[in-house]
């Protein structure tokens, strides 16, 4: 009976986790968006730094609902937090630069390149067992969003740019894989909003620093992206951490394709970006397969 009431609660654990994991990729992807409406129109130091200081507010405001100010940002491990918020800081910008190039769906397919790499990464530096539901999944999730990848290959966009996007999309993919490892490991100790915060604090005090190479003076609407970028990536961030808290990596990695659906979406609402027939049969699977990623959960 008590182990029945323990396999329970690991489930309940691992499902909340799941679900989190999908409201935080809703909320990136909005974030996303909004980087990709401003294009190349603003400096990006000036973007991580709005993206970055405005952040700290949804994380702040965490902290208070749960009566965890300021003591929530207590840490035993300052050098864990700077070296995952350093190379954070770079994958922001490599993440960045391929939505200032790139259209929303294209940028957010090397977001679905790292699950597909964390799961042998997981399994052989924190010794998460990889279930074979798991392994399926993953796979069938990066064929998925292959698919959608495929017809937008054949996009306007100057060759170049292109090319220049796809390059900040690998080099966001690679490092983004060491940055959700390192979470992983350090939610063993350090709270999901400490985690957040610093990050963020790193990467407004980064982006301050380019602010005597040149920043404009935005218009209203530039403002209105680079706040809301902040504060969904702020609250997507925390979540996010308290999902990778809850669940495997193993386990989060085939959900988090779901995200690809919602950039389909965006793009078809924000951007008159239509898909075609392949990219919204890839869509589906990808819909599908977080569906039963969920429904596997049970440990």
């Known amino acids: 009976m008590t182990q029945n009431k323990t396999d329970m609660r690991n489930y309940k654990t691992e499902y909340s986790g799941i679900l989190l994991a999908i409201l935080a990729t809703f909320l990136m992807t909005l974030m996303s968006a909004s980087i990709h409406a401003l294009g190349n129109r603003v400096p990006l130091g000036q973007i991580i730094f709005w993206r970055s200081s405005i952040a700290l507010i949804p994380i702040c405001v965490f902290l208070i609902l749960q009566q965890k100010f300021p003591m929530g940002l207590s840490t035993q ?5 700077f070296v995952r918020s ?4 770079v994958s922001m910008a490599f993440s960045f630069l391929s939505l ?12 679905y390149l790292i699950p597909v790499l964390i799961v042998p990464v997981a399994t052989m530096t924190l010794g998460e067992k990889l279930r074979p539901t798991t392994l399926l999944a993953t796979i069938g999730a990066f064929f998925a969003a ?16 292109m090319l220049w996007g796809i390059l900040a999309g690998l080099g966001y ?10 979470v992983k490991k350090m939610t063993a100790t350090e709270t999901p909003e400490s985690i957040a915060f610093y990050f963020a604090l790193t990467g407004a005090i980064a982006g301050l620093l380019t602010l005597p190479f040149g920043w404009i003076n935005p218009s209203p609407q530039i403002w209105g992206l680079l706040i809301s970028s902040g504060l969904l990536g702020g609250a997507g961030h925390a979540i996010s951490i308290h999902a990778t808290a809850r669940s495997r990596l193993s386990s989060l990695a085939p959900v988090e394709f779901s995200g690809m659906a919602w950039a389909i979406l965006l793009d078809i609402l924000l951007f008159s970006n239509i898909p075609n027939r392949i990219t919204l049969i890839g869509a589906a699977l990808i819909l599908l397969v977080a569906w039963w990623s969920i429904n596997s959960a049970r440990i």
Do not use: Q
């Not at 491990?77 to 937090?81: I, K, S, V």
């Open 77 to 81: 491990r300052p050098r864990l937090h």
């Open 86 to 89: 350093i190379i954070g800081v």
């Open 100 to 111: 200032a190039y790139l259209s929303v769906t294209m940028a957010t397919f090397f977001v």
């Open 146 to 161: 292959s698919l959608i990848l495929l017809p937008n290959s054949k996009s306007g966009i100057v060759p170049n740019m």
């Open 173 to 182: 993919t690679l490092t983004m894989v060491f940055v959700k490892v390192h």
